[in-house]
């Protein structure tokens, strides 16, 4: 199994301001995932995190919106930049790792933004 | 059209029922398929994979039909616990993960 945090767990921030949100993984991984799930709607993958290269990001995602650092096979970023509402949005970080019978896929716990 | 589909529900169910929900994806060419529940302000957590064969877990049943690109989930005997949105969701190439909208599943006492 993998154990995931994320920093913070919630904020309200400024439009026209950045956060930066912090995945820490208990355990080494390859790829980590960024996904954002707005308010009553299901998950959309925004990017994937590699270790050593720059993120690949999914169709209407861009890396000066959503950037996003890799130092480690640990830990990753992602930054929202330059907020608006409609950022307003839970983020989470996701990672494959060995499950009881397979891999599967761990989600961190989220962090919850609203942007006024 | 979506690449997976599900009723969103609610599905207003009393406690002991059974319970079916239905997926549809697009994309032939998946491999692998999961249901996953997510709970209030919760993450998504693995709720079972699906199997060609079909596959049981206790009260949960899944199903895959790939000729109609259809997954299924069956909960028999609803528990009060298992008030939750139910998420399908499909692999593609490179372990990307497709996720239809969820159905909300609500069990009254």
């Known amino acids: 199994s993998a154990v995931i945090s994320q920093k913070p767990s919630r904020d309200i921030c400024q439009r026209g301001t950045s956060l930066t949100i912090q995945c820490q993984v208990d355990s080494q991984v390859t790829m980590m995932f960024w996904y954002r799930q707005q308010p009553g709607q299901s998950l959309t993958l925004i990017a994937t995190a590699n270790q050593g290269s720059e993120a690949t990001y999914e169709s209407g995602f861009v890396i000066d919106k959503f950037p996003i650092s890799r130092p480690n096979l640990t830990f990753s970023t992602l930054t929202v930049s330059n907020m608006s509402p409609e950022d307003s949005s839970i983020y989470l970080c996701?990672?494959?790792?060995?499950?009881?019978?397979?891999?599967?896929?761990?989600f961190g716990p989220g962090t919850r933004l609203t942007v006024t | 059209r979506k690449e997976v589909e599900q009723d969103p529900g609610p599905f207003n169910v009393p406690e002991g029922a059974t319970v079916a929900f239905n997926c549809t994806y697009s994309?032939?060419?998946?491999?692998?398929f999961f249901w996953y529940r997510q709970d209030c302000r919760k993450e998504p957590k693995l709720l079972m994979s699906v199997y060609s064969s079909g596959n049981e877990d206790g009260r949960f049943t899944a199903q895959l039909n790939r000729a109609s690109q259809y997954i299924s989930l069956l909960i028999r005997d609803s528990k009060l616990s298992d008030s939750a949105t139910y998420l399908c969701v499909v692999n593609g190439a490179g372990n990307m993960l497709t996720f239809g909208g969820g159905t909300r599943l609500m069990v009254k006492p």
């Open positions: 996701s990672v494959w790792a060995a499950g009881t019978a397979s891999y599967e896929q761990y």
């Open positions: 994309n032939s060419a998946s491999q692998s």
